[in-house]
């Protein structure tokens, strides 16, 4: 049923039958199955190879990315612990996180700036100033104008408070509606 032209399998010329029978050529250690209908198996193993290929590919693509993001939110992380050298050891990953979510860098400075704005602009026992003080100085760095969003902030925590028990966490959700909104 299947003849071949020359030594390699995919010149080889097909007769027309009725049956379906496969056969076999083997080309340095590859495996050509030739049927009877003309189909050629190889160009799909070969295509599976490609895709193969292109996984492998992708793969170290990402593996280089979050080798990047790693050592961005190790850089993330021991910025936060210099500029909060008495914070919370659980709120550092949090707060790196933060930055490398928006793909950022931490800047001490600007976190320091933020930290005493939001001494200056609450009480001796706000909750503000409590253990969420780190997280709220770092959301705060990360916007332009931070000193309208912590008004803004303290607003939206005002309207909270007459509905909501007062906590920790409260301050928390009142800086979500002013940091999604539009500048």
Same mark, same amino acid.
């Given at each position: 049923?299947?003849?071949?032209?020359?030594?390699? &399998?995919?010149? +080889?010329? /097909?007769?027309? #039958?009725?049956?379906?029978?496969?056969?076999?050529?083997?080309? !340095?250690?590859?495996?050509?199955?030739?049927?009877?209908?003309?189909?050629?198996?190889?160009?799909?193993?070969?295509?599976?190879?490609?895709?193969?290929?292109?996984?492998?590919?992708?793969?170290?693509?990402?593996?280089?990315?979050?080798?990047?993001?790693?050592?961005?939110?190790?850089?993330?992380?021991?910025?936060?612990?210099?500029?909060?050298?008495?914070?919370?050891?659980?709120?550092? &990953?949090?707060? +790196?996180? /933060?930055?490398? #979510?928006?793909?950022?860098?931490?800047?001490?400075?600007?976190? !320091?700036?933020?930290?005493?704005?939001?001494?200056?602009?609450?009480?001796?026992?706000?909750?503000?100033?409590?253990?969420?003080?780190?997280?709220?100085?770092?959301?705060?760095?990360?916007?332009?104008?931070?000193?309208?969003?912590?008004?803004?902030?303290?607003?939206?925590?005002?309207?909270?408070?007459?509905?909501?028990?007062?906590?920790?966490?409260?301050?928390?959700?009142?800086?979500? &509606?002013?940091?999604?909104?539009?500048?």
């Amino acid at each position: 049923l299947v003849e071949f032209k020359s030594c390699f &399998p995919h010149q +080889a010329l /097909l007769k027309k #039958s009725a049956f379906f029978i496969p056969t076999a050529a083997f080309e !340095n250690n590859r495996e050509w199955f030739i049927f009877s209908s003309g189909f050629l198996w190889y160009n799909q193993l070969t295509a599976c190879k490609s895709r193969l290929d292109k996984q492998k590919i992708r793969r170290k693509n990402m593996k280089a990315s979050v080798q990047t993001l790693c050592e961005q939110f190790i850089q993330n992380r021991d910025t936060i612990k210099e500029t909060f050298k008495m914070g919370s050891m659980y709120l550092y &990953p949090v707060c +790196a996180n /933060l930055f490398c #979510s928006k793909g950022m860098t931490a800047d001490g400075e600007k976190i !320091n700036r933020c930290r005493e704005l939001i001494k200056e602009k609450t009480g001796v026992f706000s909750s503000f100033r409590g253990n969420i003080q780190m997280a709220l100085a770092c959301m705060l760095s990360m916007e332009q104008g931070p000193e309208e969003k912590l008004d803004k902030a303290l607003a939206c925590y005002d309207l909270l408070k007459k509905e909501f028990m007062v906590s920790d966490y409260l301050p928390l959700a009142a800086f979500m &509606p002013p940091m999604s909104a539009a500048p």
